[in-house]
C-alpha cells in the first residue's frame, strides 16, 4: 500500500450492549414486537453509540436508560461486524461489555420485557444469529475479547463466519 493511500470510509452503525452477572444469572431483554429490527428476538441492553460516544460509555448510558441499573467490572467480551446485503440491516459493528451488578432496580420501558436467565437459559431462547454463534464468549469473562465477522444472505441466514479469539 502506498504512502498516504486513500482513506477508506465505511458507512456502518456501532452498537453497545451488555449484559450484567447477579447471583449466577445475567440481565436479558425480550425486544418489543414493535421493533423494527429483530422484534421478539431476546437481547443484552444496549443500542446505538451516539456520536462523538464511546461504545463503553454507551452500554453504560444504554443499560442505565433501559434498564435502570449500574453495573461494575465491565469489560469488552467481543467485537462483532455484521454485514447484511439488505439496506434495511448494512453493515453492524457490535461491542459485546459484561458486567457485575452494582445497583439500581431494573424498570420497565418500551424496549421490551426484562428478566434474569441462567447461561443455559439464555442459550435456549432465540437470539441474533450472530449471538447463538458467540454466547459462550460473551457469557465468559475468563476467556479474553472475541473479535467475529459475519456475512448475512437476504434471509439472515450466516453465510459466513470469521472468529478470532484474543486470549487473557
Same mark, same amino acid.
Given at each position: 500500500?502506498? =504512502?498516504? $493511500?486513500p482513506?477508506?470510509?465505511?458507512? &456502518?452503525?456501532?452498537?453497545?450492549?451488555? =449484559?450484567?452477572?447477579?447471583?449466577?444469572?445475567?440481565?436479558?431483554i425480550?425486544? $418489543?414486537?414493535?421493533k423494527k429490527?429483530?422484534?421478539?428476538?431476546?437481547?443484552f441492553?444496549?443500542?446505538?453509540v451516539? @456520536?462523538?460516544? $464511546?461504545?463503553? %460509555?454507551?452500554?453504560?448510558?444504554? @443499560?442505565?436508560?433501559? %434498564?435502570g441499573?449500574s453495573a461494575?467490572?465491565i469489560?469488552?467480551?467481543?467485537?462483532?461486524?455484521?454485514?447484511?446485503?439488505?439496506?434495511?440491516?448494512?453493515? *453492524?459493528?457490535?461491542?459485546?461489555?459484561?458486567?457485575?451488578?452494582?445497583?439500581?432496580?431494573?424498570?420497565?420501558?418500551?424496549e421490551?420485557? @426484562?428478566? *434474569?436467565?441462567? %447461561?443455559?437459559?439464555?442459550?435456549?431462547?432465540?437470539? =441474533?444469529? $450472530?449471538?447463538?454463534?458467540?454466547i459462550?464468549?460473551i457469557?465468559?469473562?475468563?476467556?479474553?475479547? @472475541?473479535?467475529?465477522?459475519?456475512?448475512?444472505?437476504?434471509?439472515?441466514? &450466516?453465510?459466513?463466519?470469521e472468529?478470532?479469539?484474543?486470549?487473557i
Amino acid at each position: 500500500m502506498p =504512502i498516504n $493511500s486513500p482513506l477508506n470510509i465505511h458507512n &456502518i452503525v456501532i452498537c453497545a450492549n451488555i =449484559i450484567v452477572r447477579k447471583d449466577g444469572k445475567f440481565l436479558v431483554i425480550r425486544r $418489543s414486537l414493535k421493533k423494527k429490527i429483530d422484534p421478539g428476538i431476546t437481547h443484552f441492553g444496549g443500542g446505538k453509540v451516539d @456520536l462523538n460516544e $464511546s461504545p463503553y %460509555a454507551a452500554a453504560v448510558r444504554e @443499560l442505565r436508560e433501559e %434498564a435502570g441499573i449500574s453495573a461494575k467490572n465491565i469489560r469488552c467480551e467481543a467485537v462483532v461486524t455484521e454485514v447484511h446485503p439488505r439496506s434495511t440491516y448494512g453493515t *453492524w459493528l457490535v461491542f459485546y461489555f459484561s458486567g457485575d451488578y452494582e445497583g439500581g432496580k431494573v424498570i420497565t420501558t418500551d424496549e421490551g420485557e @426484562l428478566f *434474569w436467565l441462567t %447461561a443455559e437459559e439464555i442459550k435456549k431462547q432465540k437470539l =441474533i444469529p $450472530s449471538v447463538t454463534e458467540t454466547i459462550n464468549y460473551i457469557l465468559d469473562p475468563g476467556q479474553g475479547t @472475541l473479535f467475529a465477522h459475519f456475512t448475512y444472505d437476504e434471509n439472515y441466514q &450466516i453465510i459466513t463466519k470469521e472468529l478470532n479469539l484474543c486470549p487473557i
